[in-house]
Every structure is written in C-alpha cells, then in structure tokens.
C-alpha cells in the first residue's frame, strides 16, 4: 500500500467516520446534549471567540506557519476543559472531528444572534 493510500485511509476512518449521522442537520443535537453544562458552554464560547480572534491577527500578521499551531490548542484547550471538568464526557471531537468543529462554530453563532444561550435548559 502506498503512502498516499495510507494517508486517504486514515483520514477517512478517523476524520470521516461520520457514518452514525447522515447529516449536519442530525449530528447537530447530539452535538447539543453533550454540550448541556454553562460553564462549559461558556469555554467553549471563549474558545472560539479566541480561535476567531487569534485567526484575523495571524492572517494580519502574516506570521509564521509555526504559530499556527495556536488555533486549535487555544480552541480545544477551552472546549475540552469544559468536557474534562464540568460535562465530565468525552469530547465529540474524537468521533466526529469534521462535524464537531463546525457544532463549535454554529454554537458560538447561535449564541451571538441570540438563538441559544449559555444555558442549555433556556434553549
């Protein structure tokens, strides 16, 4: 087996093993339920809020592609504190990357344009 064969396996059975959901329109609940505690909506709001934040001043900054690597552990450093300490679950992440990163994103969104709130029972 090739190395680019190897690459295109892994990907798909680990970042798009999605099989469970057929949809964003499905997973998105899911992705609800595992994000039920304030506290850790409030990380993982903050998380993204630096993720966005941290992208407009790299991209203005024309910085290093070293330095990118502070995206994703500033983002999923938040988030999964939130899981580790106050959900006490796993982070969906780890089954469903794709369709985790943008539940992050289209929560962050909700909670901007007032559609969702910090607290999960208001929603």
Do not use: C
Not at 90 to 119: E, N, V, Y
């Amino acid at each position: 087996m090739n190395l680019t064969l190897k690459i295109a396996t892994l990907v798909k059975t680990n970042f798009m093993a999605d099989s469970t959901f057929k949809s964003f329109k499905e997973f998105y609940p899911f992705y609800l339920s595992e994000h039920k505690n304030k506290t850790s909506r409030i990380l993982h709001f903050i998380g993204t809020f630096l993720v966005l934040g941290l992208l407009v001043f790299l991209l203005v900054s024309q910085k290093e592609a070293r330095f990118w690597i502070a995206l994703p552990l500033t983002g999923y450093g938040f988030a999964w504190v939130g899981h580790a300490f106050f959900e006490k679950n796993k982070p969906a992440t780890l089954k469903h990357p794709l369709w985790s990163l943008r539940g992050d994103f289209t929560l962050f969104f909700d909670i901007l344009r007032g559609k969702r709130g910090f607290d999960a029972t208001k929603d």
